[in-house]
C-alpha cells in the first residue's frame, strides 16, 4: 500500500494563531482527500485536492502531485477546530483510500 | 453535491448482539462502497469492499462472518457486526462512490459503537 505520513503528531494553538499541517505520500496518487474528525468523532470531508491549491473561508490547501506532498493551512484558529485531522489518498488504479496518521490539534483560548 | 448519509450516528449494545450500520448514499448511484473501522487514536483502515449484488470482498484479517455486509441497492450498503464484543468497539465509517464521477468518492461521517 501507499505509506501516508503527516506531521507535526500532535498540535497545541493559541486561538487566532495560523498553522500548517503536512501529509506526505510514497506514491504517485490522484486522488487525494483531507478530512476534520471533530471531537465527537465525525469525519468531516474538508478538500479533494489531487493538485494545485484551494480555499475555503479559513482554510486553505496545496497539494504539489511531483513531490508527493500536500498542506493544509488553518489561519485565525477558533476552539471548534479542534480535532484531527486526517488526510487521505488513492491511487490511479484501485479505489481504495489511505489515511495518514492524523494530526491531533487542540486550540485553547 | 454527493452526499452519504450514515445512520447510526452512535450506538450502545450488549455483548452477544448484532448490530446494524447504515450507509446510503442520498443523490447518486453507487455500485461501490466501502468501509473502513478506526480504532482508538489511530488511523482509519479499510475493512471491506462492497459491490452491489454481489459478495463484498474483505482485507486480509478481517472476518467475513463477524462484520456482515449487504449491499443489495445502488443506494444502500449495511454493516453489520454479529455477536459484538467489547473488542468490537470502534468508529466506522463508509465511503461511496458515485457511478457518474470516476473520481467521485464521498465519505459518511460515521457510525461509533461501544459494546458493553
Known amino acids: 500500500g501507499i505509506q501516508v505520513e503527516q506531521s507535526p503528531p500532535d498540535l497545541i494553538l493559541q486561538e487566532g494563531a495560523n498553522s500548517t499541517l503536512r501529509c506526505n505520500f510514497s506514491?504517485?496518487?490522484?486522488?487525494l482527500q483531507w478530512f476534520h474528525q471533530n471531537p465527537w468523532g465525525q469525519l468531516i470531508n474538508l478538500f479533494y485536492?489531487?493538485?494545485g491549491t484551494k480555499q475555503n473561508g479559513r482554510l486553505s490547501a496545496t497539494t504539489v502531485a511531483t513531490e508527493r506532498y500536500s498542506l493544509l493551512y488553518i489561519s485565525s484558529s477558533q476552539t471548534t477546530d479542534s480535532g484531527v485531522y486526517f488526510c487521505?489518498?488513492?491511487?490511479?488504479?484501485?479505489?481504495?483510500?489511505?489515511f495518514g496518521t492524523g494530526t491531533s490539534l487542540t486550540v485553547i483560548p | 453535491g454527493a452526499v452519504v448519509s450514515q445512520h447510526p450516528s452512535w450506538v450502545i449494545c450488549k455483548s452477544g448482539t448484532s448490530v446494524k450500520i447504515e450507509c446510503r448514499s442520498l443523490?447518486?448511484?453507487?455500485?461501490?462502497m466501502f468501509w473502513y473501522r478506526q480504532f482508538p487514536k489511530q488511523s482509519l483502515m479499510l475493512m471491506a469492499t462492497?459491490?452491489?449484488?454481489?459478495?463484498?470482498?474483505?482485507e486480509q484479517g478481517v472476518e467475513k462472518d463477524k462484520f456482515l455486509i449487504n449491499h443489495a441497492s445502488l443506494t444502500l450498503s449495511t454493516l453489520t457486526v454479529t455477536s459484538a464484543h467489547p473488542e468490537d468497539s470502534s468508529f466506522y465509517i463508509c465511503?461511496?462512490?458515485?457511478?457518474?464521477?470516476?473520481?467521485?468518492?464521498?465519505f459518511g461521517s460515521g457510525t461509533r459503537l461501544t459494546v458493553v
Open positions: 465511503s461511496a462512490r458515485d457511478d457518474r464521477r470516476i473520481y467521485g468518492y464521498t
Open positions: 506514491d504517485s496518487v490522484n486522488n
Open positions: 485536492i489531487p493538485s
Open positions: 487521505a489518498v488513492r491511487r490511479k488504479t484501485g479505489n481504495q483510500f489511505y
Open positions: 443523490d447518486f448511484q453507487a455500485t461501490t
Open positions: 462492497s459491490n452491489e449484488g454481489s459478495k463484498a470482498t474483505y
